[in-house]
C-alpha cells in the first residue's frame, strides 16, 4: 500500500527557490501525491498524499525537540508547529556518549497530551520495530535519525507499509532520493546536531540545491548517468530536476542557534527548520523559541530579523567540528 | 446587474502567509482563468493586507498562525477586514474563522469570529487518521463531479450558531458518514450519525461573504474551489462595495 502515485503537479515551475525576494514570483511547491483515482467512492487512510501533505502544513515553521510536557508547553506557547519528542536533546547525547535510543513511550504519551500540536519522535536507523511501537501510540510523525545510535548499518526502514509519516535526513541529492524512495514523505538536512555549529547544514542544502540546479539542465542520457553515480533512482531524479526541488517538503536541521541562522536556511532554499538543543541549551528558552518562529517568518526582512534578535540572553555553546568532536560526526550515520 | 456588464477589474486577493500551505494556495490561484485578473499578494504585514479585496487563510498550525497574527499587529486588522471583506479559511483556517473551538491549547486560542460554528481541532484523531474521501459539492462548476477532499488532522464542526449579523449558514458540502475513517473519535458509534442535520459530517459552508473548508483543495489539482471562492465570495462583495 501507499506507494507514492506520481501525479505530477500541473503547474509549471521555474526559477529554482534560492535566494532573496522570492516572495513575488511563482512559488515552487512540492507535487501533492494524492491517491485520486477518477472512480473512487471510498475514502483511503495513510495515503502518500496524506503523509506529505502533513509536512506541506508545517511549512514556514519551526519544529523544536523537547524532552518533557513542560518543555513542549513552552514551545507550543513560543509558536512551533510541531514538537519532537526525545530523552535527551543531541547536545546532551554529546556529551553523554552510550547507545541513544528511541524515547519511552510514557513520556512520549505525556507530551502527546500535553500538546495540540503535531508530536513526532525518533526512531533508529533501520529499527522497524521501533517505528511500529510509535506508531501504535498514535505519534504524527517519525523521524529515522541518525542522532540516535543506528541499529542497522546497511538498511533504513521500509517506509511504505506504515501509516504514519516519516522525515529523515540528507547530505545530498542522492541520500534524500534514497530516503523519498524508501517511502519518506519529508527530507531535513542531517547537519551536525547538539553542535550550536550551522556549518554543516549549509553545506547540506547547499550540496541538494547545487546538484538539483545541474540536474535541472541536463539531458536524459545524462541523467541517467547522474542517476547511477548518486544512486538515486531515475524515476525520482528526473521528477527533481523537472520541479527544480526535492519532490517533497524540505526542512533544516543540525546545529541552527539563532534566529539568523534559521533565516539563513530559509533564504538558501529550505521550507522550513528544525531546533533541537538551540532552544533549551540556551539561556531564555521562549523567548528564543519565539524569535527563531518569526524568523522563519520573515526571514527576507531584515528590519524585522534586526528586532527581533535583540535581547535573547545566552546562546547555546557552540562547538568546533573537526575530527576531536566528541561524540562523533552523527551526519555520516545511515548513507 | 448581469455579469457580462460588469467593467473586468484586478481582484487582489491576499493570501496569509505566515506559516503553513501558503505556496500552495497562490499556485492554484495562478492557474484560474477569469474574466478578472487576479493580483496575489502574501500577506505579513498590515500593510500588505491594506492592499487586499479579499484574504485567504491557509492549512497549517493554527495556533502559530494565530500567534504571528498577533506578533505581527495583524489581529485587529482582521478584525475589521472580515467585517467588509471576504475570507476563505481552509482547515487551520477555518479554525481561526470559527467563533468558538474545542480542544484547542491550554489557554485557548484567538479567533476571528467570522463564522457562527462551534469547531474542534483534529476532530478525527491524529495524524494516522488522516483521509482522502470524495466529496459532492453544491454549486461548483461541473457540481456532478466529486471534488477530492484531502483530510489531514482536520477539524470538525461540531454546531452551527445563530449569527449576530443574521446571515444564514449554507451548507456547501457533507461528507458521507459511509466515508468517514471507521476509527473516528467524534461521532460514538452507537449514536445515529445518519442524521442529515448532524454538524459533524459538515466539511464545506458558506455565511455571507466568508468561506470555510476543513479539507485541502490546495493540495488538488482541481482549482474548481478557488474559483468558487472567486466568483461566488470575491466578487460579489465587490458588488457591494460599488
Given at each position: 500500500m501507499a506507494t507514492p502515485v506520481h501525479t505530477p503537479g500541473g503547474s509549471p515551475l521555474p526559477v529554482p527557490?534560492?535566494?532573496?525576494?522570492?516572495?513575488?514570483?511563482t512559488p515552487v511547491v512540492a507535487p501533492t501525491r494524492s491517491a485520486h483515482t477518477k472512480d473512487v467512492a471510498s475514502s483511503s487512510l495513510g495515503t502518500f498524499g496524506v503523509k506529505s501533505g502533513l509536512a506541506q502544513m508545517l511549512k514556514g515553521g519551526v519544529i523544536m525537540d523537547v524532552v518533557n510536557a513542560e518543555q513542549a508547553r513552552i514551545a507550543e506557547e513560543a509558536g512551533a508547529c510541531a514538537v519532537m519528542a526525545l530523552e535527551r536533546v543531541p547536545a546532551d547525547i554529546r556529551a553523554q556518549g552510550g547507545v541513544a535510543r528511541m524515547s519511552d513511550p510514557k513520556m512520549i504519551k505525556e507530551i502527546v497530551d500535553a500538546v495540540t500540536i503535531p508530536v513526532m519522535a525518533k526512531v533508529r536507523i533501520g529499527h522497524f520495530v521501533e517505528a511500529q511501537i510509535l506508531q501504535a501510540i498514535g505519534i504524527d510523525y517519525i523521524d529515522e535519525s541518525e542522532v540516535l545510535t543506528p541499529a542497522d548499518n546497511e538498511h533504513h526502514i521500509?517506509?511504505?507499509?506504515?501509516k504514519v509519516p516519516f522525515v529523515c535526513g540528507a547530505r545530498n541529492l542522492g541520500e534524500a532520493l534514497r530516503r523519498i524512495s524508501e517511502g519518506a514523505a519529508f527530507i531535513r538536512t542531517k547537519g551536525e546536531a547538539g553542535t550550536g555549529n550551522v556549518v554543516e547544514a549549509v553545506r547540506h542544502q547547499r550540496a541538494v540545491m547545487g546538484e538539483i540546479r545541474k540536474a535541472s539542465v541536463m539531458s536524459e542520457e545524462e541523467l541517467y548517468a547522474l542517476a547511477k553515480d548518486i544512486q538515486a533512482p531515475f524515476h525520482l531524479l528526473k521528477e527533481t530536476a523537472r520541479l527544480k526541488r526535492l519532490p517533497v517538503v524540505n526542512f533544516a536541521a543540525g546545529g541552527i542557534a539563532t534566529p539568523a541562522d534559521a533565516a539563513l536556511m530559509m533564504q538558501l532554499g529550505c521550507d522550513g527548520v528544525f531546533v533541537g538543543s538551540g532552544i533549551f541549551h540556551s539561556g531564555d528558552p521562549a523567548k528564543r523559541a519565539r524569535a527563531i518562529v518569526q524568523a522563519v517568518t520573515h526571514y527576507n526582512n531584515p528590519k524585522i530579523l534586526s528586532e527581533i534578535s535583540e535581547d535573547l540572553g545566552e546562546a547555546m555553546v557552540g562547538l568546533t567540528i573537526d575530527d576531536s568532536l566528541k561524540g562523533g560526526r552523527m551526519a555520516s550515520r545511515g548513507m | 446587474m448581469s455579469d457580462e456588464q460588469e467593467p473586468p477589474r484586478d481582484l487582489n486577493v491576499g493570501i496569509?502567509?505566515?506559516?503553513?500551505?501558503f505556496a500552495e494556495h497562490q499556485v492554484m490561484l495562478k492557474k484560474l482563468n477569469l474574466r478578472h485578473r487576479i493580483v496575489i499578494i502574501l500577506v505579513r504585514t498590515q500593510e500588505d493586507l491594506a492592499k487586499c479585496d479579499a484574504l485567504i487563510i491557509p492549512g497549517g498550525e493554527s495556533t502559530t498562525i494565530a500567534l504571528l497574527a498577533r506578533l505581527a499587529g495583524l489581529l485587529d486588522p482582521l478584525h475589521e477586514f472580515k467585517k467588509t471583506k471576504p475570507i476563505w479559511g481552509t482547515c487551520a483556517g477555518a479554525i481561526l474563522l470559527a467563533e468558538s473551538v474545542e480542544n484547542a491549547k491550554k489557554g485557548g486560542q484567538e479567533l476571528l469570529?467570522?463564522?457562527s460554528i462551534s469547531i474542534t481541532r483534529n476532530g478525527w484523531g491524529s495524524q494516522i487518521e488522516s483521509f482522502e474521501a470524495p466529496l459532492e459539492v453544491e454549486g461548483l462548476r461541473e457540481s456532478e463531479r466529486p471534488f477530492h477532499g484531502i483530510f489531514i488532522r482536520a477539524p470538525v464542526i461540531l454546531s452551527l450558531n445563530t449569527s449576530l449579523t443574521g446571515e444564514p449558514i449554507q451548507i456547501i458540502s457533507r461528507i458521507s458518514?459511509?466515508?468517514?475513517?471507521?476509527?473516528?473519535?467524534?461521532?460514538?458509534?452507537?449514536?445515529?450519525?445518519?442524521?442529515?442535520?448532524?454538524?459533524?459530517?459538515?466539511?464545506a459552508l458558506k455565511q455571507g461573504r466568508h468561506l470555510l473548508t476543513t479539507?485541502?483543495?490546495?493540495?488538488?489539482?482541481?482549482?474548481r474551489f478557488h474559483e468558487y471562492f472567486v466568483t461566488q465570495c470575491v466578487i460579489p462583495s465587490l458588488r457591494d462595495h460599488a
Open positions: 527557490h534560492h535566494g532573496v525576494g522570492n516572495s513575488t514570483g521500509n517506509k511504505h507499509p506504515f | 496569509l502567509a505566515l506559516q503553513g500551505a469570529n467570522a463564522i458518514t459511509g466515508l468517514l475513517p471507521s476509527s473516528q473519535t467524534v461521532v460514538p458509534t452507537d449514536e445515529d450519525d445518519t442524521d442529515p442535520r448532524d454538524p459533524r459530517t459538515i466539511v479539507f485541502h483543495p490546495e493540495l488538488t489539482k482541481d482549482n
